[in-house]
């Protein structure tokens, strides 16, 4: 067995004394043995080994280590045994003792009981808290720093290099995130003690690798001012000013500034104060890139009532001194109770706990399909400043991202009515400060650590003084035992008391007594009211009773849209009535406490109270009228949508068509691309379930739940949204077929093909396309794909040519590039049948692209120009789109300085426009154009840059930049590195089938492995 000394020997002195075993995460997965090094075994032995190490002593059973070990494709027939498996090996390698047992068996699951001091991630994500605590105790900036350098120099490697499961990669992204604040804590240092004459260089360095970092752009420009630099330390705010206002383009103008602290260093050096480490920008709340702390909470109810011993029990477990970093209080108790209210107002009255803000999501635990928590993530991260076409696809990424987010923040994160714990755990930060509150009907006993409190109904002096906040203080106590009588029959539950209460406060002139005799009118109903929900629907019904026609119909047609909540525009759309009018309609509801608005313009129902009005619209509407109002929702979607394709393409509407399908209303028009994108992606719930409502009921137009799918994939940027694209592109595919739609099909085909390659499914797609266009030369639409003479639809032949090009792009990928060449052309002469002028330069950029690759380089000039100039018109997508192609071209014809203007031509607009899977591409080529032209440094620089970006959208972007990454790395002589990057894009690349890109990778690391043999 191959031994080494432990590299940690030296560093702590008592080691002498230090438990026998230490380990290794910082890097490979290492471990020791009185000194002596251990092999640990094949990688996922030591993926296992990683998992129970994180877990910190604590138990973890066996199918959440097999979760941290594989993923879902990945994962063997039997993981536990597997796991098993693994942990007998690890017995056998780490030396198993009956009397100190040192991995033992507990329950289902398995513990690793070394100390926590043992690991050296322990004193590495300690360091930043204990250089604090050593300040706060009288010690010197010198020796925090001394900590922080300690630290720091337990980063090896990559951490757990090597392995590539769900645990690993979240690992890695964490402790990366721990990183850039260390070096962060120790460059404010650095600057404080002012003995770095080369601070500026290496803060500079940093900020290449982390661009959106505050802190350190303050070191930078601090460091320089003090040595006397005083003009460029003003140029590095203006860098960051402009660099904020293209990465926070989306927020309001007034976010995108430098925060307030780097603002005020801006203001100090330009009124040439002395240059002390004072005032370098600490960390803004929730992101250094100047976000603001966010507050997401709903506004507290006024009229909160009583409730003092769970508020005091509440705010006593949010603030336990002695809690540990994430509490978990979960309310529940039974439906309309006032959990989501004493949990705001709880909340509320702990916000100076929670200097960094509020985080609040609303679980829909009680409807048929609950709220998934990965679509929370996409609505969170926006908050904590991750543009939205950044958002992973992969939910591992993005629980990582949103933890390495949340790490030493202190945030509230208020989950409302959640179903299960499987639904609250990805929400829950993996360290820090931060509280989770969890409300839910349902006591969740999986959450580990939680501390739960049940809610009963309201004591009857605290319901009677609610109903008087409400009805009316005088009124209940000139009429005591009518009031005393109403809360009974309420069964005491706040929710019923207040939609009574709400009735009387609007017929002041009915004595409460009148409203007993009516309750009692319901006995039988009322009788009911003890069970809980029947409670609740027994109250919805009196007030319900007692609508205007145009009130009830509204509300029982809002509740039978499957989304959390519907926009005005939308809303009006349903109802058949104009903006105005519905507004009114809809706010008359909510005074009555029957709908709610947490936001202007947006409606929802309370969970029960949407059953009770889809019961109601079963029995007092009819079938006809809703399938009406669904069928003027769907219009209105799609022409919207529509608009939303244009202004976010900039090209001509009946060019964005790809079948013919009219629509009758106007569509709401936007002023600019972001505006487009904003309210598409506000609408998905509602355009996703008229989609589904189409496949439901044939007296819809499925071609336009068809077309409304490809607006969607057409749309949203970024993977995050694609596997809701492909699924349900998908069922109205199979819809279509078995009604004999074959227009609707093969729109529905195309789209899912389209979104399958974007995800790099490339078999799979090229079977949906190829099925798309087989259903439009069926249809007897046209002939050969590229005898365009027998077309009788232009709309027809843009279908079939954006499905020959998305099968010319595929090819291309899998290294086929005759076939691509053939498709490419045919997508060419169909668009020029077409008159699509914007989708022939797209295609002729990527017929370009292959004509190169067949060395048919004049001819791949000609078309890629001629590509540019006919996308080219306004800036867009399609532009950029045109001018990356003609980059990429230019590459392969050895015109690298034009290649390179280009691309950074093409780059610009890709990021003022969100689209983050071409802004990686265009990163990967300008990295290559760098190798190519000797610029080695600098095009490792750029690959770093784009790699966080290429791996939230697309593996083969991800192996592209860690090819041209490696291509650096050679000629600055860091060849170990060089070689794990090879060896990971080369992993990449084969696990999706392109096979020319994974040859060239191959005969790289060839090289590279042949070189260090010679060394």
């Known amino acids: 067995m191959e031994t080494h000394g432990d590299p940690h020997a030296e560093r702590r002195p008592s080691e002498a004394v230090a438990p026998a075993f230490r380990f290794s995460l910082l890097g490979p997965v290492r471990a020791w043995r009185d000194g002596a090094e251990i092999c640990l075994g094949r990688p996922q032995q030591r993926e296992v080994l990683a998992v129970l190490l994180g877990a910190a002593r604590r138990t973890v059973s066996l199918p959440l280590i097999a979760e941290g070990v594989w993923d879902e494709a990945d994962r063997p027939s039997r993981p536990n045994q597997s796991v098993r498996t693994h942990v007998y090996r690890l017995r056998g390698v780490l030396g198993h003792s009956a009397e100190t047992p040192l991995l033992v068996t507990v329950g289902d699951g398995y513990a690793l009981r070394v100390p926590a001091d043992a690991v050296d991630t322990w004193e590495f994500e300690q360091a930043e808290a204990e250089a604090g605590r050593l300040r706060a105790a009288g010690g010197t900036a010198e020796q925090a720093r001394d900590v922080l350098a300690g630290a720091l120099e337990l980063w090896s490697a990559e951490p757990l290099a090597g392995l590539h499961g769900p645990h690993a990669r979240a690992e890695r992204d964490r402790l990366g995130a721990v990183r850039q604040s260390l070096l962060e804590a120790r460059l404010e240092l650095d600057a404080e003690i002012g003995d770095r004459p080369d601070l500026h260089a290496e803060a500079g360095d940093l900020v290449i690798e982390y661009p959106a970092s505050q802190r350190l752009r303050g070191v930078q420009m601090l460091a320089l001012y003090q040595a006397g630099r005083q003009a460029e330390a003003l140029s590095v705010y203006e860098d960051t000013r402009r660099f904020l206002e293209a990465r926070l383009a989306h927020l309001p103008p007034s976010e995108h500034r430098p925060c307030a602290a780097l603002r005020e260093l801006h203001q100090r050096i330009l009124r040439a104060e002395p240059a002390t480490g004072a005032g370098v920008p600490a960390r803004a709340a929730l992101t250094a890139e100047g976000v603001p702390g966010t507050h997401r909470l709903p506004p507290g109810i006024d009229d909160f009532t009583g409730r003092s011993e769970a508020v005091g029990a509440l705010t006593g477990m949010l603030t336990h001194p002695g809690a540990q970093a994430i509490v978990i209080s979960a309310v529940n108790g039974v439906p309309g109770v006032g959990k989501t209210a004493l949990a705001v107002h709880a909340a509320r009255q702990v916000a100076e706990r929670f200097p960094d803000g509020y985080l609040y999501a609303d679980l829909r635990g009680a409807d048929r399909e609950p709220l998934a928590a990965q679509a929370v993530l996409v609505s969170f991260l926006p908050v904590l400043g991750v543009v939205d076409g950044e958002i992973p696809a992969d939910a591992d990424e993005r629980i990582a991202l949103y933890r390495s987010l949340m790490a030493e923040r202190r945030v509230l994160v208020l989950l409302d009515n959640a179903a299960s714990d499987d639904q609250v755990q990805p929400l829950v930060p993996g360290s820090g400060r931060s509280t989770v509150l969890v409300t839910s009907r349902a006591r969740l006993t999986g959450l580990t650590g939680a501390q739960h409190l049940r809610l009963d109904v309201m004591p009857p002096g605290e319901a009677v003084e609610l109903l008087g906040r409400i009805a009316g203080e005088r009124r209940c106590a000139a009429e005591p035992e009518a009031a005393a009588d109403i809360v009974a029959a309420c069964s005491r539950l706040p929710l019923a008391i207040r939609v009574v209460a709400s009735r009387l406060a609007a017929e002041p002139g009915t004595p409460l007594s009148a409203m007993v005799r009516r309750l009692g009118d319901e006995h039988r109903r009322l009788g009911e009211l003890s069970t809980g929900e029947l409670a609740v629907e027994a109250t919805f019904e009196l007030s319900y009773s007692k609508l205007s026609r145009e009130q009830a119909r509204a509300f029982r047609l809002l509740s039978a849209v499957e989304a959390p909540d519907l926009g005005l525009h939308c809303a009006a759309a349903l109802l058949g009535r104009d903006p105005k009018s519905t507004e009114d309609l809809l706010e ?269 380089l004049a001819e791949a000039r000609t078309a890629a120009e001629r590509g540019a100039r006919l996308v080219g018109r306004e800036p867009s997508v399609s532009k950029a789109i045109g001018l990356y192609y003609l980059a990429r071209v230019l590459r392969l014809c050895d015109d690298l300085g034009g290649a390179l203007h280009r691309a950074q031509e093409a780059l610009e607009l890709f990021r003022s426009l969100n689209v983050p899977a071409f802004e990686a591409a265009t990163g990967a080529l300008i990295a290559d154009l760098h190798v190519q032209a000797g610029r080695h440094r600098l095009a490792a620089d750029v690959a770093e840059t784009f790699l966080p970006v290429a791996r939230r959208t697309s593996g083969i972007l991800e192996a592209s930049l860690l090819r041209a990454l490696a291509r650096g790395l050679v000629h600055l002589g860091q060849r170990a590195r060089a070689r794990t990057c090879l060896e990971a894009a080369l992993g990449l690349f084969e696990q999706r089938q392109a096979q020319a890109d994974a040859d060239q990778t191959r005969a790289l690391l060839m090289d590279l492995m042949d070189l260090t043999d010679l060394r």
């Open 588 to 856: 008359s509801l909510v005074d009555l406490n029957l709908v709610e608005s947490r936001r202007m313009g947006r409606y929802h129902f309370h969970d029960l109270m949407r059953v009770f009005a889809r019961a109601r619209n079963a029995r007092d509407g009819s079938p006809a009228g809703t399938s009406g109002a669904f069928a003027r929702l769907l219009d209105f979607c799609l022409a919207t949508a529509r608009t939303a394709d244009a202004a976010s393409h900039s090209v001509d509407p009946a060019e964005r068509r790809l079948i013919d399908v009219p629509v009758t209303a106007a569509g709401l028009r936007f002023g600019s691309a972001q505006a487009a994108t904003d309210w598409m992606h506000e609408e998905i719930p509602v355009q996703r379930a008229l989609i589904d409502r189409a496949c439901a009921d044939e007296s819809l137009p499925l071609a336009q739940a068809a077309d409304l799918v490809d607006k969607l994939n057409n749309v949203l940027p970024g993977t995050a949204h694609q596997t809701g694209v492909i699924d349900q592109a998908g069922h109205v595919a199979a819809v279509a077929a078995a009604r004999g739609d074959r227009t609707s099909e093969a729109l529905a085909r195309y789209v899912c093909g389209n979104a399958l390659w974007h995800t790099n499914a490339f078999a799979e797609a090229e079977s949906e396309l190829r099925r798309s266009i087989a259903l439009c030369d069926d249809a007897g639409d046209a002939g050969d794909a590229g005898d365009t003479e027998g077309t009788g639809s232009t709309r027809d032949a843009r279908l079939r040519g954006w499905a020959h090009l998305t099968l010319c792009a595929g090819a291309r990928v899998r290294g086929r590039t005759d076939e691509a060449v053939e498709h490419g052309e045919a997508a060419v002469r169909l668009f020029r049948f077409s008159g699509a002028g914007t989708a022939e330069g797209t295609a002729l950029g990527e017929l370009a692209f292959n004509y190169a690759r067949q060395a048919r």
